[in-house]
């Protein structure tokens, strides 16, 4: 079991590796940001929002994040990684701990809309 972990693992770097000189970012310095997550620009696009759940959406958005762009150079990052601000599904998923909302942006559910929730 161990070794198929190792050579998975080693695998995997591999690619990567391969994969960051053949897209031209190996020596990039990457930071990644979870855009519901990082800063609320706007309340006005603050939907399905609850500070006191952290299943819910937080209020992050594609203006917090422009205006923090400054601060992400400041530490000495070269390229930004968001994640998805894609339209997402509308209705919550039941969880044991209550309602999961797609504040991560992998629901989609129209790949070429922009989620309101995530700013514009
Ligand atoms: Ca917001």
New binding site residues.
């Given amino acids: 079991m161990f070794a198929r972990v190792f050579i998975f693992a080693v695998l995997l770097f591999g690619l990567s590796s391969i994969s960051a000189r053949a897209f031209g970012f190996a020596d990039e310095i990457i930071y990644f940001v979870m855009v519901d997550r990082f800063a609320?620009?706007?309340?006005i696009?603050?939907r399905d929002v609850d500070p006191n759940n952290p299943l819910a959406f937080q209020?992050?958005?594609l203006v917090?994040l422009r205006e923090q762009l400054d601060e992400s150079v400041d530490l000495g990052a070269t390229m930004i990684w968001i994640t998805p601000v894609i339209l997402q599904i509308d209705e919550p998923i039941d969880h044991s701990n209550g309602q999961f909302y797609p504040h991560h942006g992998y629901w989609a559910s129209d790949l070429n809309a922009i989620d309101p929730r995530f700013?514009t």
């Fill in positions: 609320d620009g706007t309340t696009n603050n209020g992050g958005d917090g700013g």
